[in-house]
């Protein structure tokens, strides 16, 4: 039973436009909730989180919306990149479990275009 | 700082057989934890830890064992190496806060044959 899910494996975009990768989840315990960028050959590296009391937080060209009651959250990232290409994992933890223990997704493969 | 650290980077073993996949930090971090990651299934939490002497089972617990005597160390041991464990795994570390999320590793990849 996937609880975090990303279900466009793969995304292609041109330089200067925006992306958008989506995730949903279906576990209503999970209260904190991260992105995470991978490319090949090395480990995941966090990107941006938000808390789920709130419902945008930005963080430069990267802002992540959640929408509790769609239990869906998404990434946008503003403009677009060529260095953005990579695999983006949407992760999320519980009320009682701790940013060591995380249920990701299966991963977006985002290609910037020029 | 070298931040997280895995050894071997490649490594192949024969079914049946013991090994012990190396994982080392140096930020001081109490969470410690390992991921395997399969290809169309993410990232899947192994065994992790909140601090020395610590730990806990993940999501796929089975075929592996950890300990952590050290806030350093958390060293993943793979009792008798099957084919389906054949992957790549991820050591990741944090902090008691949640807000920066886990430093990870570059990863180990295993085949077993």
């Known amino acids: 039973d996937q609880q975090v899910k990303q279900n466009s494996p793969s995304l292609s975009v041109q330089e200067g436009r925006i992306s958008i990768l989506n995730c949903d989840y279906t576990?209503?315990?999970?209260?904190?909730f991260l992105w995470y960028k991978k490319y090949p050959a090395e480990g995941p590296t966090f990107l941006i989180s938000?808390?789920?009391?709130?419902d945008k937080n930005e963080d430069g060209r990267f802002t992540v919306f959640l929408n509790k009651s769609a239990k869906h959250l998404s990434l946008h990232i503003v403009p677009s990149q060529p260095g953005d290409s990579a695999v983006y994992f949407c992760?999320?933890?519980?009320?009682?479990?701790?940013?060591?223990?995380?249920?990701f997704g299966t991963g977006t493969r985002l290609q910037v275009t020029l | 700082n070298a931040g997280v650290t895995q050894t071997p980077k490649f490594q192949v073993l024969k079914t049946g057989q013991s090994m012990t996949l190396q994982c080392a930090q140096d930020?001081?971090?109490?969470?410690m934890s390992w991921y395997r990651q399969d290809p169309g299934m993410g990232l899947r939490l192994i065994h992790y830890?909140?601090?020395?002497?610590?730990?806990d089972q993940g999501e796929v617990p089975n075929g592996y064992n950890v300990s952590r005597s050290t806030t350093e160390d958390f060293p993943l041991r793979l009792l008798s190496a099957a084919p389906s464990q054949t992957s790549v795994y991820f050591c990741?570390?944090?902090?008691?806060?949640?807000?920066?999320?886990?430093?990870f590793g570059p990863g180990t990849r295993l085949t077993v044959l």
């Open positions: 990741a570390s944090s902090d008691s806060g949640r807000v920066g999320g886990q430093f």
């Open positions: 830890s909140v601090g020395a002497g610590i730990t």
């Open positions: 930020m001081n971090h109490e969470y």
């Open positions: 576990n209503s315990m999970f209260d904190y």
């Open positions: 938000i808390s789920s009391i709130k």
């Open positions: 992760a999320a933890s519980g009320f009682t479990g701790t940013a060591s223990k995380l249920t």
